[in-house]
């Protein structure tokens, strides 16, 4: 598939511990299982995703770059913890043209005060959260919609 078919869905700190990390809050699914889900997803509306994850900020600004310089349709992007911290990542949307939809599994409203601002989501196109595992389905089906 061509890069303006492929969605990055990009994963930031401590989501490689999804499925035993908290499960009342992040829900039992692992990364993996979300990601097979995807991969089913993509491929039926005729898109591919590439899924990655870390646990360091300055990954996350260069896949960004990265989707930017081959022309991927768009970023899904869970940037954890970094949500709140981050203004690097910020920086990093404000200065590409691919869209950005926010996705977090929990509803950081609902949560600790400090989860409530969200330097990601003054950047990005728009924000999913707090539907679990499918708040990373709805963002696809967005991303396939832009």
Same mark, same amino acid.
């Given at each position: 598939? =061509?890069?303006? =078919?492929? %969605?990055?869905?990009?994963? $930031?700190?401590?989501?490689?511990?999804?499925?035993?990390?908290?499960?009342?809050?992040?829900?039992?699914?692992?990364?993996?299982? %979300? $990601?097979?889900?995807?991969?089913? &997803?993509? &491929? *039926?509306? $005729?898109? @591919?995703?590439?899924?990655?994850?870390?646990?360091?900020?300055?990954?996350?600004?260069?896949?960004?770059?990265?989707?930017?310089?081959?022309?991927?349709?768009? +970023?899904?992007?869970?940037?954890?913890?970094?949500?709140?911290?981050? %203004?690097?990542?910020?920086? *990093?949307?404000?200065?590409?043209? +691919?869209? +950005?939809?926010? +996705?977090?599994?929990?509803?950081?409203?609902?949560?600790?005060?400090?989860?409530?601002?969200?330097?990601? $989501?003054?950047? @990005?196109?728009?924000?999913?959260?707090?539907?679990?595992?499918?708040?990373? @389905?709805?963002?696809?089906? *967005?991303? @396939?919609?832009?």
């Amino acid at each position: 598939m =061509s890069a303006t =078919s492929t %969605i990055f869905v990009l994963n $930031g700190p401590n989501l490689n511990l999804l499925g035993v990390r908290e499960p009342e809050v992040y829900g039992y699914d692992t990364l993996d299982d %979300i $990601g097979g889900r995807l991969e089913d &997803q993509a &491929q *039926a509306l $005729g898109l @591919a995703i590439d899924m990655r994850q870390s646990n360091h900020e300055g990954h996350l600004i260069d896949w960004l770059h990265e989707a930017n310089a081959v022309r991927a349709r768009a +970023v899904i992007l869970n940037p954890g913890a970094f949500t709140h911290t981050s %203004i690097a990542l910020y920086d *990093a949307i404000k200065a590409i043209t +691919v869209p +950005v939809i926010e +996705v977090h599994l929990s509803n950081p409203h609902t949560r600790e005060a400090f989860r409530h601002r969200s330097y990601v $989501g003054q950047a @990005a196109k728009g924000t999913i959260a707090g539907f679990g595992a499918m708040s990373y @389905a709805l963002a696809l089906d *967005a991303a @396939a919609k832009l």
